[in-house]
């Protein structure tokens, strides 16, 4: 059964950064596309970021801070987040859906705050 698990997160001053990490296992890398999304306080899951076998794609208000990879070896992939501002705080999910069958796997959340 495939699964994603979740690390990083934290308490960040405005300003500062934060790499987020999500490990696949069960199936295999290169065979799912890969997302990470985030909620806030009292709204709905929204997608920040997210790549596939082409470019990758940012929402408006992370773009130039925000960074998405994977490491095909590793099975793992990451959100880099820089220039972190107050309104990046939520809870972030990684999300990986597999080619083919879009079957999701969603990672546990981890908290971001970014606050002084």
């Known amino acids: 059964q495939g699964r994603v698990v979740e690390s990083g997160g934290g308490l960040v001053e405005p300003g500062g950064s934060l790499r987020l990490s999500c490990a696949a296992s069960?199936?295999?890398?290169?065979?799912?596309?890969v997302s990470w999304y985030r909620q806030a306080p009292g709204k709905e899951r929204d997608l920040v970021a997210t790549?596939?076998?082409?470019?990758?794609f940012y929402i408006d208000s992370v773009k130039g801070r925000f960074t998405i990879s994977r490491d095909y070896a590793k099975n793992t992939f990451y959100l880099q987040m820089n220039s972190l501002k107050p309104e990046d705080t939520a809870v972030y999910y990684c999300?990986?859906?597999?080619?083919?069958?879009?079957?999701?796997?969603w990672g546990q959340g981890t908290q971001v705050t970014v606050s002084s």
């Open positions: 790549i596939t076998r082409s470019d990758p």
């Open positions: 999300n990986a859906r597999l080619i083919g069958t879009g079957d999701d796997f």
């Open positions: 069960g199936f295999d890398s290169g065979y799912y596309d």
